[in-house]
């Protein structure tokens, strides 16, 4: 069921990019780490207002940049090579969101500042682990709907529904696609309330929760499978 080939699993990564997402604006000085476009907006909105807020958005632009390039360049690489698979790549994702965890916790961000060096390591450790998501997305698990964005999805669902009043001899599949959207996208809003709700009581301990489901996904991969990247 849980199997990176089922389409349970982008729902579940649904919900952990916007839980991750929520838990970086409601702590993080409305920073966006997996939403790359989230922050291009609130980075021209705070470039002549909030300079320092702004330099974050910066930052976590050129973090994105450069380990999204490292992220796909060497899982393509060890792909090719047979040498890891989806598990440690779910894994090594789960232990980054934990490290943002702990370092966020354990430290004060909000007391920081947003140059701090303990708000620049939380927010570099989930904006590697949001790339890393992209990465895994782009290249192993291609055959399933982006987990970061909605909008595409958003628009293949209204697409969908079109195609199932407008071409009754393919309502099925059309059946079939309504469906999975629709669960990606209540699976993602579902992250960010949950998310928005549990850092009012838990304050950035809520991110087990991601944690928590990202290695129980790297738990229940196969040891051995053939990838192609």
């Known amino acids: 069921m849980l199997h990176h080939s089922r389409p349970l699993v982008p729902i ?25 476009t989230g922050t291009l907006v609130v980075l021209c909105t705070e470039v002549f207002h909030q300079g320092q807020n702004a330099a974050l958005k910066v930052f976590v632009l050129a973090v994105f940049f450069g380990s999204t390039l ?4 060497s899982v393509t690489a060890l792909v090719r090579k047979n040498r890891i698979a989806v598990r440690h790549l779910f894994a090594l994702e789960a232990l980054l969101v934990a490290g943002f965890m702990f370092v966020a916790g354990l430290g004060d961000p909000s ?13 570099g450790f989930s904006t ?6 992209n990465v895994i997305m782009l290249t192993l698990l291609n055959r399933h709907v982006p987990t970061t964005i909605m909008t595409g999805n958003t628009l293949k669902l209204v ?13 099925p599949d059309s059946r079939s696609r309504i469906r999975h959207q629709a669960f990606v996208l209540m699976a993602f809003a579902a992250g960010g309330l949950l998310a ?4 009012t009581v838990m304050g950035f301990w809520a991110l087990a929760i991601p944690v928590a489901l990202l290695m129980l996904l790297a738990i229940v991969q196969p040891v051995h499978e053939p990838q192609v990247a």
């Open 196 to 199: 928005s709700f549990l850092m």
């Open 128 to 133: 590697v682990a949001m790339s890393l998501q």
């Open 12 to 36: 579940l990564l649904a919900f952990c990019a916007c839980f991750i997402d929520v838990v970086c604006i409601l702590g993080l000085f409305h920073t966006f780490t997996a939403f790359i």
């Open 159 to 171: 697409l969908g529904i079109a195609d199932y009043f407008t071409h009754p001899e393919t309502r």
């Open 70 to 73: 490292f992220w796909f360049v």
């Open 111 to 123: 007391a920081g500042g947003p140059l701090s060096a303990v708000t620049l390591t939380a927010v």
